[in-house]
Every structure is written in structure tokens, then in C-alpha cells.
């Protein structure tokens, strides 16, 4: 499973203030905007996939309830980007690797979904600071999640 993104980004050195003391870097969740930012970018993305006629081959994965699957990901994304860990902490929750792996997700499938997360963090604001370091590691973990 791939682990929290503030380990995959982590820079060697913390900027200091004007008197030396060390300023600690935000979490990619604090500049999203946190429980709430993460929350509207699992919903625009599930949005944008129901929306997208480029999108119909992921969205045809899924349930026709989009709702649980909105959870999963806001829990999922909240601990990956340096949030509250919850959803690693569930006993029922599952390897996101595990179940993508069943999946027949080739190239054209991972292209859908970035395709979707990128308008996603896009139509929620997320600052050109926040995309830089999220959109390199959605591709990883698309890239990841291929089975095919």
C-alpha cells in the first residue's frame, strides 16, 4: 500500500524564521484545506467521473451509489496526505491495492482516473503549491494500480 504522502514528499530540510527556530512545512491535507478540503475533492472527483463521458470506463467499475465509495476515498486521502489516520486504522478497511488489483485497469483506465483527479483539484481550488506535490504522486499511485 502505498504510504502518506508526506513521506513520499519530504524534503531534506524544514525552513527556519528570522531567528533560527525551525517553521514546520504543512501537510499536503492542511493545504487542501483539511478534513473539509479533502471532503470536496473526493465529492468533485466522483462528480466529475459521473459527469465525464471520458470517464464511463471507471465509472462503470463502480456501484450506481457513488456515496460509500466518496467516504472511502475522503478517509483514504485524509491519511495519505498527513491527516487523521482513521481509515488505515479500521479493521474493516481495505488495501486500496487489493481491490484495485481485481480490476481490469490498464493505461487508458489510470489516464480516465488522473484525468478526473486533476479537474478535481482544479474545481476546488487547490493552489498551484498543493498540485504540484499531489498531482506527481496521483500519477505514481495510478500508475500503481494498473493490472493489465
Known amino acids: 500500500m502505498p504510504g502518506p504522502l508526506r513521506q513520499i514528499n519530504s524534503s531534506s530540510a524544514s525552513p527556519t524564521n528570522r531567528c533560527g527556530v525551525t517553521q514546520r512545512e504543512q501537510t499536503p491535507y492542511e493545504l487542501i484545506g483539511g478534513a473539509e478540503g479533502v471532503r470536496r475533492l473526493a465529492e468533485r472527483f466522483y462528480a466529475v467521473m459521473a459527469q465525464t463521458p471520458d470517464a464511463s470506463g471507471i465509472r462503470a ?29 479500521r479493521n474493516d478497511a481495505p488495501c486500496i491495492m487489493s ?50
Request: hydrophobic letters at 45%; charged letters at 30%.
Open 61 to 89: 467499475m463502480h456501484d450506481a451509489d457513488l456515496g460509500p465509495i466518496v467516504d472511502k476515498l475522503a478517509g483514504f486521502l485524509s491519511g495519505w496526505m498527513g491527516g487523521p489516520r482513521d481509515y488505515f486504522e
Open 99 to 148: 481491490v484495485h488489483k481485481r480490476l481490469p485497469i490498464g493505461a487508458a483506465e489510470r489516464d480516465q482516473w488522473l484525468m478526473c483527479m486533476r479537474k478535481a483539484l482544479a474545481d476546488t481550488g487547490a493552489s498551484e503549491e498543493t498540485r504540484a506535490i499531489l498531482e506527481p504522486a496521483f500519477d505514481r499511485i495510478a500508475d500503481a494500480m494498473r493490472s493489465k
